[in-house]
Nanobody, 122 residues
Framework: VQIVESGGGLVQPGGSLRLSCAASGFTPHSYVIGWFRQAPGKEREGVSAISSSCGSTYYADAVKGRFTISRDNAKNPVYLQMNSLKPEEPAVYYC????????????????WGQGTQVTVSS
């Protein structure tokens, strides 16, 4: 299983970034792709998730209305569009897969990428 994130970088407060997650090497009937983030000294927290079977989505309260998770089809990357980024949101953003339900509990995710750094600074 290989998971590769991309799209991180430096953005000013209020700016936008789009992250991509490409997952390959596994073919479960149904799975969930989730985005997580971890800032230095803090626990990893769930950001958003999307179901491969029906496209249902889930968002953490902290990002609702600002972030959008999407995918064109089952073979394309999963995207996380992040708008109105806040100064407190710099972190390494990780993508992961889960064979469980639509949720953002990191303990339910099996395979993880290496992460992509997002820096929010003026």
């Amino acid at each position: 299983v290989q998971i590769v994130e991309s799209g991180g970088g430096l953005v000013q407060p209020g700016g936008s970034l789009r992250l991509s997650c490409a997952a390959s090497g596994f073919t479960p009937h149904s799975y969930v792709i989730g985005w997580f983030r971890q800032a230095p000294g803090k626990e990893r927290e769930g950001v958003s998730a999307i179901s491969s079977s029906c496209g249902s989505t889930y968002y953490a309260d902290a990002v609702k209305g600002r972030f959008t998770i999407s995918r064109d089809n089952a073979k394309n990357p999963v995207y996380l569009q992040m708008n109105s980024l806040k100064p407190e949101e710099p972190a390494v953003y990780y993508c992961a897969t889960s064979k469980y339900g639509l949720a953002i509990n990191p303990y339910e995710y099996d395979y993880w990428g290496q992460g992509t750094q997002v820096t929010v600074s003026s």
